[in-house]
């Protein structure tokens, strides 16, 4: 058995030309069990739930309305998102 190494590496383009900028759409899940995962509920104004200092923003996967905005995905690993606008639980793969 022979293998090769140092190909090319495969990098998926999504087109997004904007570097660094991302938006990532989020997996919409059945509601979970209470107490078995964190579960963000935003009863404010708008759609977004959570403001930070990053560069990704993640929209609803159901309906796109964006959720969480200008955030750094390694702060919101395993996280699941209650989306105001559709009432689906978005859950945060990243
Ligand atoms: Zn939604």
Not at 68 to 82: C, G, I, W
């Amino acid at each position: 058995m022979t293998r090769k190494k140092g190909g090319p590496p495969a990098r998926p383009q999504q087109g997004t030309p904007t570097p660094g900028r991302r938006t990532i759409r989020m997996m919409v899940i059945p509601p979970p069990p209470n107490n078995t995962r964190s579960v963000i509920v935003y009863t404010g104004p708008g759609t977004v739930a959570m403001r930070g200092s990053g560069n990704v923003t993640m929209v609803c996967g159901n309906c796109g309305s964006p959720l969480l905005e200008n955030v750094k995905t390694s702060q919101f690993r395993n996280l699941v998102v209650l989306c105001k606008n559709c009432s689906s639980f978005n859950e945060t793969l990243i």
